[in-house]
């Protein structure tokens, strides 16, 4: 990067971080601002005022002239020590604010971007970084400090150079020297800094992962079932040891620079002082100009190399501050796409010569897919393992792109469709669905109706997580939550596990998750499977795809899917991918994958009649153990 490129980026990382600041918490930057000027006063007082004190005793000791100075100097003193200790707890909590938004902010980017960025190693990468610095190294609060400090000290500088100036032009060029070498010191500790958080990246995110794995409950029982923790902990103790010998180098150079600075700093105070005793001796001086002279030449050195360290600091966190630039920059799915949904309620699907290799994989998943699903029909999907069907309703779902070919929905391709106007028209549940430690009820609606702690309370929070907006229209908002109920229970009967819900501890309320609440309680995996395919239905969207959705029910829940299937996807398009063939029976049509292929398409009683067909072999292969 060339010097102007360093500037320019320099800027934009600035400009972005003023912009964020101002966005999350605005009244911070205002606030820090006011606290910086504060912080420029009191030495300039305790500078100047000492030294009028002592002029006037050593002179004319007019006592008048000597209270007006004590009480100016002590009014001063105490406005600037009271707004200082105001600022103070005020930036205190407008930093937590901020840290807290700034939390937000970056969850709700992290799921907002691209799904296929989300298991890219190098996006990863660039995550952990850029929040290991922000987490790590204060990094949104130094970048505060930085700028205030680079603020408050060019004022100080400036004032002081003046006062040195009429000591001697000599010493001030001496300091300016000092502060030079200190500079590059300096530059050379933050490299060392900024060594550390790029060569430990990986090894800090390892050890999370372990850390995350230890305690993530869905591991639990493998982890006890197969004396994993020695494992765990033998592998977060190596992550440690390799980073161990990096930190004792880095560090080891760092006090080693530190204490260089340290020594210059002190050399350059004695020859001054040495000067200045002189200066006194000889009687050019007078006790109350050595006085200031001597502050101000000790304020002096410290605020250049505050104002030197502000400066490389800022570079530094800047350095860093642009991943979370880049970050930022990734795309968002709901950006993608703007045109409207096609019109009408049920759409015609065409997959048109569809080829897709995941990111960074070698070879297709998916080969030349050649497919139209029509309005309202019900298809179902079979084939062996890895055939990639999950893959095909992946792209429909457009957590992928097609590498090659488009899909389309009626006539309309799909990504270029308003990404949320799509979404709403999609329900999907996956194999590995996940259902959230939150209540029933917002697990199946997606909206928010506990508050954290308080249960039972209906209430939205804004962006920023200010307030909590608690409806005031209390009977019109109980009537309409009675009638959500009825038909959350409506769906729940549906897919056969209402009387389940009913009967917990809170209904619909139950949290599913103990760390947060005693009440709450976990399902049975056949339970939450259903509850998973409920909250796909209570999206009431056109397009239905269910991938495995009876792999965890009994047979007789299973059979209980099967007959409502139906009713379930009545005037819904409907995908069913599931390796009980039994299945297809109620599917207007089957597709056969194979390889990545589609190789037979047709309905159970076309394919059933191919002999030697793979939809022949697998449904007789299954059904050989039913009818033994
Ligand atoms: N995120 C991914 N990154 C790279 N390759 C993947 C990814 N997900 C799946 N694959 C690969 O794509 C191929 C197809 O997988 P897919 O899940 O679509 O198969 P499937 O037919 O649904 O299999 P199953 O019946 O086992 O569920 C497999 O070889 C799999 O390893």
Redesign the pocket.
Known sequence: MDKREFLNSNQEVIKYFIRLMHKLTPAYLPTLLVQSLMKTIRPLLFIMGPKLIVDELMGLQRTDRLVLLIAIIALGNFVVGVTEKVLKSKTDLLTYKFNNAFERHIAKKTVEIDFENV?DPEILNLKERALFAVRNHGLMYGMVEGLSKIANEMILIVSLSAIIWTFSPWVLLLLIGVVMINSFLFKKIQKYYYRESTNTVNANRAFVYYINQSGDQELAKDIRLYNMPKMIIDKMNRVNLATYDEYLKIYGTISRLDGLVSVNVQIQTVIIYILLAAKAVGGTVTIGNFMMYAGTIGKYSQSMNNFVSGIIEVNRLCRQLELLVEYEKIPASKDSGDQAMPDGNLFEIEFHDVSFK?PR?EDF?LKNISVKIHPGEKISII??????????V?LLTRLYKPTEGKITLNGVDINDVDYNAYMSNIAAVF?DYRLFGISVEENITGKNTLDFETGGKNGESDDNGDASVVSAEGDKNAAAAEGAEREIYGILEKVGVASDIAALPNGLKTTLDKRFDRGATKLSGGQAQKVAIARALCKDAPIVVL??PTAALDPIAEHDVYCRFDQMVQNKTAIY?S?RLSSCRFCDRILV?DK?RIIEVGSHDELIIQEGSQYERMFNAQATYYSA
């Open positions: 298991e995941y994989a998943t084939g062996l393992n890895g055939a990639g069907k999950t893959t095909f992946k194999q991938d495995e991918i390796h994958f990545g």
